[in-house]
């Protein structure tokens, strides 16, 4: 893969946790979050990677009162979201980890920095991926929220997994989860 010296910028064409649209503003990669069922008791959220095809890439399951539910890679077994993205060791909620399948660990973090709303970065301490909400006074734009999901150039391999981990944080916060 050419290496280009600069992160992949996902625009967030919505900035909703409904649904929307991730797409590289060089178009290196395109990510796509649909949710395709909600009822009183679950909702669920697929996520493609509509640059290497069609077919789901991760499946997020939510439970009823917005619950965490379950997690699926591809085909892969359903795994429960409390066991995919575990609390870390300060015990808050908005700060979670889960092992990559790399192997690696990664942490999100929610406003540890001044500049994003989410931070994710791996045992090092190093920042992998990151996610900004629109700079206030930002002029509005058509189809776009100003968000926007950063993923470092090392890591496009895990860009489904960071959506997914991300999303589901998003989903803990905004419920009070």
Sequence with gaps: ??????????????GKLTGSHFLDINDRLRL???????????????????????????TLNFGSNNSLGTITF????????SSFLEPSSN????????IGSDGQQYKWSWRATQS??????NASNHQVA???LKVPGEPEYDHSSGCVLTIEEAYPHLAAEMLASLTIMRHIVAHNL
């Excluded at 649909?34 to 890439?57: E, L, W």
């Excluded at 015990?91 to 889960?98: D, L």
Aim: hydrophobic letters at 25%; proline letters at 6%; a positive charge.
């Design 1 to 14: 893969m050419t290496s280009y010296g600069m992160p992949y910028l996902l625009e967030d064409k919505t």
């Design 32 to 58: 796509t979050l649909r949710c395709t069922s909600r009822g009183s008791t679950h909702a669920t959220y697929i996520i493609y990677n509509a640059t290497t095809g069609t077919d789901p890439v991760v």
């Design 74 to 81: 591809g085909s892969g077994p359903q795994v429960p979201m």
């Design 91 to 98: 015990g808050s909620a908005k700060t979670r980890k889960f």
């Design 116 to 121: 994003e709303e989410w931070t994710c970065t």
């Design 130 to 132: 990151s996610y900004s």
